[in-house]
């Protein structure tokens, strides 16, 4: 078992970092004047990609409004705690530009099929919705920079993991691109309410993606990702494995870091509507936690 003083120091750095940063460029802001508002939002950085994986807490530093529905099909490792299966989820975020800069999102819903090794049942998931505000955005050097917040309710069906605690989940978001290349990076603290009820957990993401047609109506864009968990504390319940970024378990995982990858694409059409899948595989043993395989699927519809 990993010691947490021996946990890479990435999410506090890269949170230090970006916000250093945020703070130091935020003088120096050059966003594009528009006419930016409700529903409206932040113009001109349209020729980036949204994240596909990890879509709850991978939360993107740009603001618009639209919905975005998902499938996801995360399978266990046959010789996990869960002693093999899968999860089905199918759901439905919403995003709304309150103003150019300020944005109310809901990133937690929908419905879920759960059928382990050890669990079978199906039910509503919890809800999570918050608010983030664009601090830096430079569309001179491609470059942008957003912190928010989120809110998740412990409401969801108990046989299918979820309704275990409420909890907090400040990020901190930021997006640069290089001509067709663009990168997308996130960091997450997870914050239970009740520290015997769930886990403190820290995430951070990475997003990859080259624009090969940039000029065209329908822009084809391959993808690469990478998602880590660290978890911070234990809880009280006596179960070696954690939630991943699934739910909150407040158990005592015997592994306190988890990594996985993603390869696949985006697709995105008049810069309206955009289609994206990814492969996700472990990088991490995958029967030390839940992650074995998933397949993630989302269409995302701007208003």
Do not use: C
Not at 159 to 186: C, M, R, T, Y
Request: no cysteine; net charge negative.
């Amino acid at each position: 078992m990993a010691s947490l003083s021996k946990l890479p120091r990435t999410i506090p750095t890269l949170l230090a970092a970006a916000a250093l940063f945020a703070v130091s460029a935020n003088a120096q802001d050059t966003a594009p004047k528009s006419d930016g508002g409700l529903l409206v939002g932040l113009k001109g950085f349209e020729h980036f990609h949204e994240p596909v994986g990890q879509p709850i807490y991978f939360e993107s530093p740009f603001n618009d409004s639209g919905l975005r529905a998902l499938y996801l099909r995360h399978e266990f490792g046959d010789n996990s705690a869960l002693q093999g299966g899968k999860v089905t989820i199918y759901a439905l975020q919403a995003r709304l530009a309150l103003t150019e800069r300020l944005a109310f999102i809901a990133t937690k819903d929908g419905y879920s099929e759960f059928d382990s090794g050890l669990i079978k049942d199906e039910g509503w998931n919890d809800i999570a919705a918050g608010f983030k505000y664009v601090l830096v955005a430079d569309q001179a050097n491609n470059f942008v920079v957003t912190p928010g917040i989120r809110y998740m309710a412990e409401n969801g069906t108990r046989g299918i993991l979820q309704g275990g605690v409420d909890e907090f989940s400040p990020f901190v978001s930021l997006a640069k691109g290089w001509d067709n290349f663009h990168f997308v990076g996130n960091t997450t603290l997870r914050v239970p309410t009740d520290r015997n009820d769930g886990n403190t957990v820290g995430h951070w993401d990475l997003h990859f993606d080259y624009s090969i047609n940039p000029k065209s109506d329908v822009v084809f864009a391959p993808v690469a990702e990478f998602h880590g968990v660290h978890y911070l504390t234990n809880g009280d319940v006596n179960l070696p494995v954690g939630g991943l970024d699934y739910t909150n378990l407040g158990s005592r995982p015997d592994t306190h870091f988890v990594a996985w990858m993603g390869v696949g694409m985006r697709v995105e059409i008049v810069k309206q509507f955009e289609f994206g899948a990814v492969y996700e595989f472990a990088l991490t043993d995958r029967n030390d936690d839940i992650m074995d395989r998933r397949i993630t699927v989302d269409f995302i519809a701007r208003f």
